[in-house]
């Protein structure tokens, strides 16, 4: 990103303000520098992100952060913006090269607002979800028979083997309890087999 976009975002950050009814909001504040955030998200059936709005009290940098963030997870499916957030790599390819050092941790804060956003509205369609299967990974439509079929045809033991099989998890994260929870029901069922014998 040329270092013009980063100074425009520092100086005239977009996407700054409340909204009303948002389909997930989420929170994220600092204990050492005493800033907080607020990240509302508009979602559409897709589960793609049509808007993103933030408000903070703190320094330039979180807001830019912010800024940054709210334009480039616009567009692009909640599982995505998770994915995107929790990956320092795709953080770091969003700025310059020379986003001071200090302040990377108002990017990692950012980060967290926006996950804890996703959170909120894969929380919220879980609640309400009404198929056949029970939904686990809302980001990325993964049900409980999709997981229980590859933990019992993989001999898979841990949540990131789930995730690498099925990409449940991939996303926000939400959904690590309820993985685990069908990870021991497999277990003490006799349904992961490891060789010819059963865990």
Same mark, same amino acid.
């Given at each position: 990103?040329?270092?013009?976009?980063?100074?425009?975002?520092?100086?005239?950050?977009?996407?700054?303000?409340?909204?009303?009814?948002?389909?997930?909001?989420?929170?994220?504040?600092?204990?050492?520098?005493?800033?907080?955030?607020?990240?509302?998200?508009?979602?559409?059936?897709?589960?793609?992100?049509?808007?993103?709005?933030?408000?903070?009290?703190?320094?330039?940098?979180?807001?830019?952060?912010?800024?940054?963030?709210?334009?480039?997870? /616009? =567009?692009?499916?909640?599982?995505? *913006?998770? !994915?995107?957030?929790? $990956?320092? +790599?795709?953080?770091?390819?969003?700025?310059?090269?020379?986003?001071?050092?200090?302040?990377?941790?108002?990017?990692?804060?950012?980060s967290q607002g926006f996950v804890a956003?996703?959170?909120?509205?894969?929380?919220?369609?879980?609640?309400?979800?009404?198929?056949?299967?029970?939904?686990?990974?809302?980001?990325?439509?993964?049900?409980?028979?999709?997981?229980?079929?590859?933990?019992? /045809? =993989?001999?898979?033991?841990?949540? *990131?083997? !789930?995730?690498?099989? $099925?990409? +449940?998890?991939?996303?926000?994260?939400?959904?690590?309890?309820?993985?685990?929870?069908?990870?021991?029901?497999?277990?003490?069922?006799?349904?992961?087999?490891?060789?010819?014998?059963?865990?």
């Amino acid at each position: 990103m040329p270092a013009s976009v980063i100074t425009q975002h520092f100086f005239a950050p977009v996407n700054v303000g409340h909204m009303d009814n948002p389909d997930g909001a989420g929170s994220a504040a600092s204990v050492s520098c005493g800033a907080v955030l607020r990240v509302y998200l508009r979602v559409d059936e897709a589960q793609r992100i049509t808007a993103a709005r933030f408000k903070v009290v703190g320094c330039s940098y979180l807001v830019a952060s912010c800024s940054v963030l709210s334009e480039a997870l /616009t =567009g692009k499916t909640t599982g995505e *913006a998770a !994915v995107i957030c929790q $990956s320092p +790599a795709s953080l770091v390819a969003l700025m310059v090269q020379d986003w001071p050092a200090e302040k990377e941790n108002c990017l990692a804060l950012a980060s967290q607002g926006f996950v804890a956003a996703i959170r909120n509205y894969s929380d919220a369609v879980r609640d309400e979800w009404s198929g056949a299967e029970a939904l686990i990974c809302t980001c990325f439509g993964v049900s409980d028979k999709t997981i229980e079929a590859a933990i019992q /045809t =993989g001999g898979l033991r841990t949540i *990131a083997e !789930v995730t690498k099989a $099925s990409n +449940a998890g991939a996303g926000c994260r939400s959904c690590y309890p309820l993985i685990e929870d069908i990870l021991d029901q497999c277990a003490r069922e006799g349904d992961v087999v490891f060789g010819d014998s059963p865990r």
